[in-house]
Nanobody, 126 residues
């Protein structure tokens, strides 16, 4: 089994920064990919960023490119999302997700992931 736990969310002013963390654990924690998704009230779950766990190859949603950076600490099973220049539209619950199966499902959709954290709130407001 795999357990994911996010942290680092909170209230930040427009233009500010936050770094989200996701701690992975469990004897089966050997992901192919890790990703960040978000869901704002009344909206669908939205892809933010993902990386291949070993090679570290990244991909971003258009809304995140240039402002957000996904990274990982393999030795400690940690995934990060550095978010800069935050705007009100970034307010959402942010989830990390792990893909532990070798599948051809896209890594930019929720169906491409097996395990999810409980989410952490990010609110961007003055």
């Amino acid at each position: 089994q795999v357990h994911l736990e996010e942290s680092g969310g909170g209230l930040v002013q427009p233009g500010g920064s936050l770094r989200l963390s996701c701690a992975g654990s469990g004897r089966d924690f050997r992901p192919y990919h890790m990703g960040w998704f978000r869901q704002a009230p009344g909206r669908e779950l939205e892809f933010v960023a993902r990386l291949t766990w070993v090679a570290g190859i990244t991909a971003y949603a258009i809304s995140a490119k240039g402002r957000f950076t996904i990274s990982r600490d393999i030795d400690n099973n940690l995934l990060y999302l550095q978010m800069n220049d935050l705007v009100a539209e970034d307010s959402a619950v942010y989830y990390c997700a792990a893909r532990t199966r070798d599948t051809r499902v896209l890594t930019t959709v929720p169906q491409g992931y097996d395990y999810w954290g409980q989410g952490t709130w990010v609110s961007v407001s003055s």
